[in-house]
Nanobody, 128 residues
């Protein structure tokens, strides 16, 4: 199983980025997907999650209305569209996969420990 996140970079405050995560070696439709981030000197935190069906999504309060998570089953991709970026969004962003087949197609989790596979991370830096 491999999750490869990419799309990070340096952007000015107020700008946008779209992160992508390519999944391979797994039955993508059996996994809910999530994005997490870790800022320097801080613990990794949940950002967004999407269910297997794509109909269930959830966001941490700090990104609601600015970030959008989506998935493409045919391409085995998950995306995080980030808009109105702030300096406090600066972090390494990780995608993760949670095997949730049997938990309902709209199931997702915020719990880091429930995710089974993790990508390598992509750096997002927002300058003020």
């Amino acid at each position: 199983v491999q999750l490869q996140a990419f799309g990070g970079g340096l952007v000015q405050a107020g700008g946008s980025l779209r992160l992508s995560c390519a999944a391979s070696g797994l039955t993508f439709s059996s996994y809910a997907m999530g994005w997490f981030r870790q800022a320097p000197g801080k613990e990794r935190e949940f950002v967004a999650a999407i269910s297997r069906s794509g109909r269930g999504t959830y966001y941490v309060d700090s990104v609601k209305g600015r970030f959008t998570i989506s998935r493409d089953g045919a391409k085995k991709m998950v995306y995080l569209q980030m808009m109105s970026l702030k300096p406090e969004d600066t972090a390494v962003y990780y995608c993760a996969a949670d095997f949730s087949y049997g938990s309902g197609s709209n199931y997702y989790t915020l719990r880091e420990r429930e995710y089974d596979y993790w990508g390598q991370g992509t750096q997002v830096t927002v300058s003020s």
